[in-house]
C-alpha cells in the first residue's frame, strides 16, 4: 500500500491545494471556471497533440491489448449511459457520467505505476490505454454531447451543429492535427516539442487543483452521493473485472500484458470528465465526487489488485 501511496499523495496535495486556496478566499468563486479554461483551451490540447504526433503504427499495433482494454472500457461507458438515460437523466449529463465511469486516469497514475512494476515493457500498453481514453473515448463523448445540445428538430441542422462544434472543440481538434502529423511523417521542431512539453506538463496539475477549487464550493446531496458511489464502483470493480475477462479468456493474451490491461483499467477516474462538464457548463458535483471517491478508494483496491497479482 505504501508504493500505491507514494503514487496518488500528489494528486491528493493538488486538489487539497485547491481547496484551501478557495476555502481561504485567496481565490475568487470565478477561479475553478478560469484554471479550467486554460487547461481546455491550452494545457491540455498540448499534451494531446503531443500524444498522437509522436505516435507510431509499431507502437501502437497491439490488437489484443486495444481490443481488451478498449472493449473493457466501451462496455462500462455503454451500460452507464443506458443506465443514466433510463433513469431520466438528459444525453449530455448522462455521457459525462459514463465518462466518469470509465475515464482511467492512465497519464498521472498509470504511466508510474506500469513503469514501475514493467520497465520499460509497459511504456506502449500505458500509451496506447491513454489514448484510447483521451483521444478515442473523449471524443465520442464530445459527440454524444454535442448531440444532446442540440433542440433542432430538422436532422440535417442538428448533424450541421454537431459537427461545427466538434470542429471548435479544442479537445477534438488538437489530437486530430497530431495525427494527421503523424500520418504525414512531419517532425516536430524541438522548440515547438518543447512548448508542448511545458504546456502539456500543466494539464494535470491544474486540472486536480480545479478540482479542489470545485470541491471547496459545491455541496453535493445524498442522491449524488450514491450515484459516484455507482460510477465508482463501476470504475474500480467492473471495468478491470471485465477486462480481466477479455484479457484473459476471450484473447488468451500473454499474462504480463494482461496484467498490464487489468491494471490500467483498474486506475481511478481522471479529471477529463470534471473538465469537460465545467466547459459545457453542467452541473459536476457527482463527477467531482467520483473522481475524488475512485482516487481515495483506488488505494485499497490497487493494493488488493498489486497482491493478487504478486500472487498469481
Not at 46 to 60: P, V
Not at 162 to 185: C, F, K, Q, Y
Not at 251 to 256: G, L, Q, R, T
Not at 277 to 284: I, L, Q
Request: glycine share 6%.
Amino acid at each position: 500500500m505504501f508504493s500505491t501511496l507514494q503514487i496518488l499523495a500528489p494528486i491528493f496535495a493538488l486538489i487539497l491545494a485547491g481547496f484551501v486556496l478557495r476555502r481561504r478566499g485567496i481565490v475568487g468563486p470565478a477561479a475553478c471556471v478560469e484554471l479550467n479554461r486554460f487547461v481546455v483551451w491550452l494545457a491540455l490540447p498540448a499534451l494531446l497533440f503531443k500524444l498522437m504526433a509522436h505516435a507510431t503504427w509499431s507502437q501502437l499495433y497491439q490488437p489484443a491489448f486495444v481490443a481488451a482494454f478498449g472493449l473493457g472500457s466501451a462496455a462500462v461507458f455503454i451500460v452507464t449511459l443506458v443506465w443514466r438515460l433510463r433513469l431520466g437523466r438528459h444525453l449530455v449529463d448522462a455521457s459525462v457520467d459514463a465518462i466518469a465511469a470509465s475515464y482511467a486516469n492512465t497519464a498521472y497514475i498509470g504511466f508510474p505505476l506500469i513503469l514501475a512494476l514493467f520497465g520499460n515493457a509497459g511504456m506502449a500498453p500505458a500509451t496506447i490505454a491513454t489514448l484510447l481514453v483521451v483521444s478515442v473515448l473523449f471524443a465520442i463523448t464530445v459527440a454524444l454531447i454535442e448531440v444532446g445540445l442540440q433542440t433542432e428538430r430538422a436532422p440535417h441542422k442538428a448533424g450541421l451543429k454537431v459537427l461545427r462544434g466538434m470542429t471548435r472543440n479544442p479537445l477534438i481538434v488538437a489530437p486530430a492535427a497530431g495525427a494527421l502529423v503523424a500520418v504525414a511523417g512531419l517532425p516536430v521542431p524541438a522548440a515547438a516539442d518543447r512548448f508542448l512539453d511545458l504546456l502539456g506538463a500543466a494539464a494535470t496539475p491544474c486540472a486536480l487543483v480545479c478540482l479542489g477549487l470545485f470541491l471547496a464550493e459545491k455541496r453535493a446531496a445524498a442522491q449524488s452521493r450514491r450515484v459516484s458511489l455507482a460510477l465508482t464502483a463501476g470504475k474500480l470493480v467492473l471495468q478491470p473485472a471485465l477486462t480481466w475477462w477479455l484479457a484473459a479468456r476471450v484473447f488468451a493474451m500473454p499474462v504480463p500484458l494482461a496484467q498490464m490491461a487489468v491494471l490500467l483499467a483498474a486506475l481511478p477516474t481522471g479529471t477529463g470528465p470534471f473538465m469537460l462538464a465545467e466547459f459545457y457548463r453542467r452541473e459536476a458535483v457527482i463527477t467531482a465526487r467520483t473522481i475524488l471517491l475512485s482516487t481515495v478508494g483506488s488505494l485499497v483496491s490497487l493494493t488488493v489488485l498489486l497482491h493478487w497479482m504478486l500472487l498469481g
